[in-house]
């Protein structure tokens, strides 16, 4: 089985860059990386990742729609937002438009990893096929 | 001969003397056709401790020491000749009194001459003249402070006003008046239902009673005016009259209006700049320590066990301190710019603020309570988001409190915040006087409310604990410049 294949989504290349280079270096496989919702949307269908991690406030399509769009088409594919926000009522919007989980930037270290870890183990339990858990967990 | 022993007098100096003792305050002269007196009485002569002697064989001119003298001279050979006349001088002794001189002819078949009736009206013409003076000041006062003064009388209608008060209204002087006529014209169309509503209510009620309306100007212009006037009852306690005021507010409500549009306009720029700052603080400051947490994970994962204990419990040490500092500016940025409230509204706004509250304050509680089923103005959302944020801030800074409430009213004619709690409460005119009012926000709260026609209240006590509230219309004008 193939290792977690993610979908990076985040309008700050800075941003993007870091997250990539620490998904990388902690076992996940970076499928591929969008600038805003309506390329995540793209991207997702073409890339069936298992698991978006999202950007909530981004140009073109925000996190929450994007998220909406892709979970209407796949639901099996998880979608963990990481956003600059800290707000219940944010988060209660995110798990409603389907949001496996609402993550903090900021949040503490490892927690991150954690979030991706249980999406791809609820993604497994629904489609079996999915890909395994990363190496370096 | 003197005047003053009646029983050796003649009949016509009987009579005259008659005539002195009965007017206690004149002194009478009497004089011949040479204008020399021959005979002088009067209680006021007497009241004064002069003696007839002294002015006997004078002539009346002298009496005047000169100053006058012409004048009086006329004046006696105008009785001389039949006609009375009259005149006022300066005092013969002291010289700061005033005297009216009538000159009249003898008549009545004694002998041919005349008279001099002289009163001291010295303090008559004070009193009017104090009268003149007080009524003077009062135009003055009511021309300074645009206020017109009025009595209507319910039995006639009539309406009589001063001078200011035609001045305010625009009406020519010396035309008479009644209300209803004067609520006809002059009342402002838009107000004129609702004033003579109130003048019909208040026909069986004395009460003091103020109404602020427009009144339109023969030119057109358009004033506002401040009525204030109560009832006069007679002695059967029949309502008779009304009396009252008219003050011309115009200035004050337009300098009113301009400062809450300037204040208005201060806020909406606070706001303005604290959302860029936002903005700046969490599209670049956040992101770029978010992407530098990342790295330091990854490169914690990177040294992996290769890596010395010691350097991989610095660098989670510095993650976690970085993750922290992150934390504190996302909450500035959160009280920077309230996305919540931008994006949910009010009471999801609150209920966040309410939580925060008890998070940093030993708050057994902070109920947020709310009747609000709509969105509202986004101004007065921010407005009373951010007196809420300010009168939690205090509970959680000085108050002390167990239970803190947040409470939102509505109705159809505005919204009414209330934040209260059981803590230590002060007392307010303490704060004003150490100016700790600054710093509890009350001042800026109030200003805040105000600017947007609504209504502030503070109702505090030592150990009584605190209750803050803010009413706000619905909907708020944005007023223009002159507004």
């Keep these: ?137 | 001969m003197t005047a003053e022993t009646a029983d050796q007098a003649s009949p016509g100096e009987a009579s005259f003397q008659l005539l002195a003792e009965h007017l206690p305050d004149l002194i009478i002269f009497a004089f011949d056709t040479e204008l020399r007196m021959w005979a002088a009485t009067g209680g006021a002569l007497r009241a004064r401790g002069w003696t007839s002697e002294e002015f006997i064989g004078m002539t009346v001119p002298e009496i005047a020491g000169g100053t006058r003298a012409d004048d009086i001279r006329a004046g006696c050979l105008a009785a001389l000749g039949g006609e009375r006349s009259q005149l006022e001088m300066a005092g013969y002794d002291p010289p700061d009194r005033l005297w009216s001189l009538h000159f009249v002819p003898l008549g009545g078949g004694g002998p041919e001459g005349g008279m001099v009736l002289c009163r001291d009206v010295t303090e008559p013409r004070r009193a009017e003249e104090l009268v003149r003076a007080s009524q003077r000041q009062l135009a003055e006062a009511q021309r300074i402070a645009q206020v017109g003064s009025w009595e209507w009388d319910l039995e006639t209608d009539a309406l009589t006003v001063s001078d200011e008060l035609r001045r305010l209204f625009g009406l020519p002087p010396g035309v008479e008046l009644t209300m209803t006529r004067a609520a006809a014209t002059a009342i402002h169309p838009a107000d004129r239902v609702r004033v003579t509503t109130a003048l019909e209510r208040i026909r069986d009620d004395p009460s003091p009673f103020a109404i602020e309306h427009r009144i339109t100007r023969p030119d057109g212009e358009v004033r506002t005016v401040l009525a204030r006037g109560e009832g006069v009852v007679d002695e059967d306690g029949r309502l008779v009259r009304f009396i009252g005021t008219d003050q011309d507010v115009t200035d004050r409500r337009r300098a009113g209006a301009e400062r809450r549009r300037l204040l208005n306009r201060v806020y909406e720029a606070q706001e303005g700049q604290d959302r860029r700052l936002a903005a700046d603080l969490h599209d670049g400051h956040v992101q770029s320590l978010a992407a530098i947490g990342f790295k330091l994970e990854q490169a914690r994962l990177r040294l992996g066990a290769s890596g010395s204990p010691e350097a991989d419990e610095l660098l989670w040490q510095v993650t976690k301190d970085l993750s922290a500092e992150v934390t504190a500016l996302r909450r500035t940025i959160g009280r920077l710019r309230p996305l919540v409230l931008v994006e949910d509204g009010l009471e999801a706004a609150l209920r966040e603020e309410a939580k925060s509250a008890c998070n940093r304050a030993a708050l057994a509680s902070c109920e947020v309570s709310s009747e609000l089923v709509m969105r509202l103005d986004p101004v007065v959302e921010t407005a009373l988001f951010r007196v809420a944020q300010q009168a939690l801030a205090n509970v959680v800074e000085h108050a002390s409190a167990t239970h803190a409430e947040v409470v939102i009213e509505c109705d159809a004619k505005g919204v009414l915040l209330r934040v209260g709690d059981d803590g230590c409460g002060f007392d307010p005119d303490h704060v004003q006087v150490i100016a700790d009012i600054a710093h509890f926000g009350l001042i800026a709260m109030r200003e805040r409310v105000e600017s947007l026609g609504g209504r502030f209240r503070v109702t505090t006590a030592p150990g009584q604990g605190t209750v803050v509230e803010a009413s706000l219309p619905l909907t708020v004008a944005v007023e223009g410049p002159g507004a």
């Design chain 1, 1 to 137: 089985m193939s290792r977690p294949r993610l979908l990076v989504v985040d309008d700050h290349p800075i941003v993007r860059a870091a997250l990539v280079d620490l998904l990388l270096q902690a076992g996940f496989e970076v499928a591929g990386e969008a600038v805003d919702g309506a390329d995540a949307v793209a991207l997702a269908k073409q890339l069936e990742p298992d698991v978006v991690l999202m950007d909530l406030r981004m140009p073109v399509l925000g996190g929450l729609d994007a998220t909406r769009l892709i979970k209407d088409a796949r639901p099996d594919i998880q979608v963990v937002l990481l956003t600059a926000f800290e707000s219940p009522a944010l988060e209660q919007q995110a798990l409603e438009a389907g949001c496996f989980a609402y993550l903090v930037k900021g949040c503490p270290p490892g927690e991150l990893r954690l979030a991706l870890h249980e999406a791809m183990a609820w993604r497994r339990s629904l489609r079996p096929s999915a890909g395994s858990a990363p190496l370096e967990a």
